[in-house]
């Protein structure tokens, strides 16, 4: 690790308390030995400008690196490609040196240009990128996604070890961009050889590559014995299977024929598989950024009420709900989930309180309740969750009529503000990066409330929304000023009830006798299911 | 004969042109956005409208329809929306898969169900038949989820005698198209049944009795042929039947096959793989009905094609 030399630099670096630098290894960590994961969806590509997918996610993160990473099994960020960074006093200026000698899977150096490159091409329309709209605060990005210019004007390469990016506003969510899949480096001579059949043919920097993937069926992931990290990966490779009922992974893993169902333990099984100690024992439990939430359409009669909603929230009971998934998950008080920061500590939310709930109607001129509908993905449990929902409406004199649909229909029904209420089950945020500011915007603040956007309860607060602006501001993600503000937003939220928080989802990862390595790897918040780069076998 | 099947073939063309649009226009007016599955939940709505605009999406119907069969008719099927990859490259992939299931499904409904009716004609009446009946019942109606489920856990978790699910050798293709096929031998038993009993009571079944044939002979060599006319229509038909089956099956077997492909699309809405599903199964289903009809007359004499 390069010292940081600058005074500004310094002054930075110690600002950023959540930056670690290493991660210890298990010292019995053995190389060598492949592993069999299972899904049940087909992989749709590993080109990391597209993949947004549950399974592909942690597989591209394998494959590629981005300028920034983070520590296994934390949220914590700490460099990647690049071995050090300033950031301007003022916050919009970025200047990231690169690590020497680093190769692409195909053996050619990476360079300043190929940052330049990837960051042009992730913006660029003609890539079609989901991840696209993250890159918005760099300087120049409007042109770009407006067709208007082909590169990034905000990304200039200082010499083929250092790369400049200006931000045209400070955020301070920057660097967590920076180590999302969508930042990573590709170069630029296999993009133009394989076209949008990359996703294919994927060639990263990453601590594996691409061997074998048989569409439909299989695909292994070899050791990239050139890796810059030391010592890393351990595993030989990897094999995904896809195409698998996780009923059948979880059979296979009792046979010994899978190390880690990527899918998880199946909703029917759980209660088998923890009440046996010998599997139990090989299940590893952790927190999720994830919350499970109803929203309540301000704009729809009588939900534009506050006191409507309000008395929603006192109504639903929260713990019988997670007890309907085997109590895998943990009721939420707020829109953030425990483990992000920001949360704020000590807050109870709407108690459970049918009497209460009863009132507030009242207060609304509601006494003898109304008709609604709730909207729900139609898969298992979440059918179930909805009747739940309605039993306990039912309870204040509200009729609730369910309607049950495809994922694409519910979403569909949200972005267009159609639906009353909508359980957010099977479509529920994840965070894309550890911070606060990741459930805001699209999903609270009054950017997702245009037709389309993914804030069903087409709930925006100006007031609120300046307020998250302001908090993003901040040069520092962690700072604890900026923290309590983003914990202030979420309080405001919560006083307009746009949502019921419901849960937060607990991951059970359960994994075969052989599979070593921290549990934390098992639970890694941002490789799902386990960081591949760092588990390894002990037989 | 010429005539017919040039007129068939017509025919043909025609049904398929008919399959396309209904199927075009039912996504069409789908309550589902392909453009947010594509864009994701942190769009911008800037990024939404480009890429709306780059697949066309923002034309009218009818310029879309005429987009894609003219691209139909020249074979290329587009690109999947969401893997970028080329429908074509993507069905080609995994339907040799499916084709070797639907094969496999096809021989053992047709050796179950085939056997099991020949029998309860045999012995109509009497508590074997209706024992065989109430069976065949069981088997239409028991989800194919469930049954290949437990085929799974009998034979490969217990008894390990075949592997748990996959694709490659003729021990994983076993379970698979018996799970498949049972669904089928119910109707072909039922089927069977009914055609073998009104053989059996055809004045010529009688003459060949008065000869003094054999019991097994009259029944391999005289009654059989006659009885299994009705089921090679039905084999036709049931390409098209099977393609319900066939999702589930290699769902729950990990069987590589456009099923599990086209559930995948479904879900995500994503078009030019849910149109290319459909175009080739809805082909398989002409194409099989066609060779039905036209493999009916070489066993049948009597029957003319026109």
Redesign the interface.
């Given at each position: 690790m390069k010292a940081l030399l600058t005074s500004t630099a310094i002054l930075v670096a110690s600002a950023i308390p959540g930056l670690a630098q290493e991660y210890t290894p298990d010292p019995n960590a053995t190389p060598g030995g492949m592993i069999t994961i299972t899904y049940?969806?087909?992989v749709?590509?590993l080109?990391p400008a597209?993949g947004?997918d549950w399974q592909n996610w942690s597989m591209i993160k394998s494959l590629f690196d981005g300028l920034m990473d983070y520590v296994p099994g934390t949220t914590e960020l700490r460099p990647g490609l690049a071995e050090s960074y300033e950031v301007s006093e003022d916050g919009t200026v970025f200047t990231f040196t690169l690590r020497e000698g680093v190769t692409f899977h195909n053996g050619r150096e990476m360079t300043a240009e190929d940052v330049k490159y990837s960051l042009d091409r992730v913006t660029t329309?003609?890539t079609?990128?989901?991840?696209?709209?993250?890159f918005?605060s760099i300087a120049g990005f409007d042109a770009i996604?407006?067709?208007e210019a082909d590169t990034l004007s905000g990304v200039e390469v200082v010499d083929p070890k250092t790369v400049r990016i200006t931000l045209s506003r400070p955020d301070a969510t920057f660097l967590h961009v920076m180590a999302l899949n969508f930042a990573s480096i590709v170069p630029k001579e296999a993009v133009d050889e394989f076209g949008?059949?990359f996703?294919?043919n994927p060639v990263g920097t990453g601590a594996f590559k691409l061997g074998e993937w048989?569409?439909?069926?299989r695909l292994v992931f070899e050791k990239n014995a050139d890796y810059w990290r030391e010592g890393v990966p351990y595993l030989d490779g990897v094999t995904f299977?896809?195409?698998?009922?996780p009923?059948?992974a979880l059979?296979?893993l009792?046979?010994g024929?899978v190390d880690v169902p990527g899918d998880g333990i199946p909703p029917a099984k759980f209660q088998e598989v923890m009440g046996d100690p010998a599997q139990a024992a090989r299940v590893v439990e952790g927190g999720q950024l994830h919350t499970g939430y109803i929203t309540l359409n301000v704009g729809i009669e009588p939900l534009d009420k506050l006191e409507v909603r309000e008395a929603i929230n006192m109504a639903i009971n929260k713990e019988r709900i997670t007890q309907i998934i085997n109590g895998r998950a943990v009721p939420a008080t707020q829109p953030l989930p425990p483990s992000m920061p920001g949360y704020t500590e000590g807050y109870a939310g709407f108690a459970f309180d049918v009497e209460a709930a009863k009132a507030k109607l009242a207060e609304a001129g509601l006494a003898d309740g109304f008709s609604t509908e709730l909207y729900v993905m139609n898969t298992d449990p979440n059918p179930r969750i909805a009747q739940a929902i309605q039993q306990d409406l039912k309870a204040i004199g509200v009729d609730v009529e369910i309607r049950s649909l495809?994922?694409?229909?519910v979403?569909?029904?949200g972005?267009a503000g159609e639906a009353p209420m909508i359980w957010s089950g099977g479509m529920a945020?994840i965070a894309?990066f550890p911070d606060p500011s990741n459930f805001y915007?699209?999903?609270l603040g009054c950017?997702g409330a245009?037709e389309?956007g993914?804030n069903w309860s087409k709930f925006c607060d100006e007031s609120i929304d300046a307020m998250a602006t302001e908090a993003d501001s901040f040069t520092d993600p962690s700072a604890s000023e900026r923290l309590k503000m983003w914990s202030d937003v979420y309080m405001k939220v919560m006083e307009q009830a746009p949502w019921v928080p419901v849960f937060n989802e607990q991951r059970y990862t359960m994994k075969s006798e052989r599979m070593g390595g921290d549990d934390a790897l098992y639970v890694d918040p941002v490789s799902i299911p386990v960081n591949y780069d760092y588990v390894f076998v002990t037989e | 004969m010429l005539g017919y099947l040039t007129r068939r073939l017509v025919q043909s063309a025609l049904i398929l042109l008919g399959v396309s649009f209904i199927t075009f226009l039912l996504l069409y007016v789908l309550p589902a956005d392909p453009v947010r599955q594509i864009a994701g939940r942190s769009a911008t709505a800037q990024t939404v409208e480009n890429i709306r605009h780059q697949l066309g999406l923002d034309q009218p119907l009818l310029v879309q329809y005429w987009r894609y069969l003219s691209g139909l008719v020249q074979g290329d099927m587009g690109r999947s929306y969401l893997q970028k990859t080329e429908v074509a490259t993507l069905i080609a992939s995994r339907l040799p898969a499916t084709l070797l299931l639907m094969l496999g499904g096809i021989v053992c409904e047709l050796l179950i169900g085939l056997t099991l009716g020949v029998v309860a004609a045999v012995f109509r009446g009497r508590p074997l038949d209706q024992g065989l009946m109430v069976t065949s019942f069981v088997a239409v109606s028991a989800p194919q989820f469930v049954v290949g489920l437990l085929l799974l856990y009998l034979f490969a978790v217990q008894l390990g005698w075949f592997p748990i699910g996959g694709y490659g050798t003729f021990a994983h293709l076993v379970l698979p198209a018996i799970t498949l096929g049972i669904m089928g031998s119910g109707w072909y038993s039922r089927m069977m049944r009914s055609s073998m009993v009104d053989v059996l009571r055809q004045d010529y079944i009688r003459t060949a009795r008065a000869k003094g044939l054999t019991r097994r002979r009259i029944l391999l060599r005289h009654a059989l042929p006659n009885a299994i006319l009705p089921i090679i229509a039905m084999i036709g038909i049931d390409i098209g039947i099977f393609m319900g089956g066939i999702v589930v099956v290699e769902s729950v077997f990990g069987w590589p096959g456009i099923g599990q492909l086209a559930w995948q699309a479904i879900q995500r809405v994503d078009i030019p793989v849910i149109m290319g599903v459909t175009m080739v199964s809805a082909t398989a289903i002409v194409l099989g009905n066609l060779l039905a009809d036209l493999i009916t007359p070489m066993i049948d004499p009597r029957i003319k094609l026109r």
């Open positions: 049940k969806d087909d749709a590509t080109d597209i947004y329309p003609e079609q990128s989901p991840g696209a709209g993250f918005a996604s407006s067709g949008t059949d996703g294919k048989t569409i439909g069926q299977e896809v195409g698998q009922e009923i059948v059979l296979r009792q046979q024929e495809a994922q694409a229909n979403i569909e029904a972005g945020w894309d915007g699209p999903i950017a245009g389309g993914w | -």
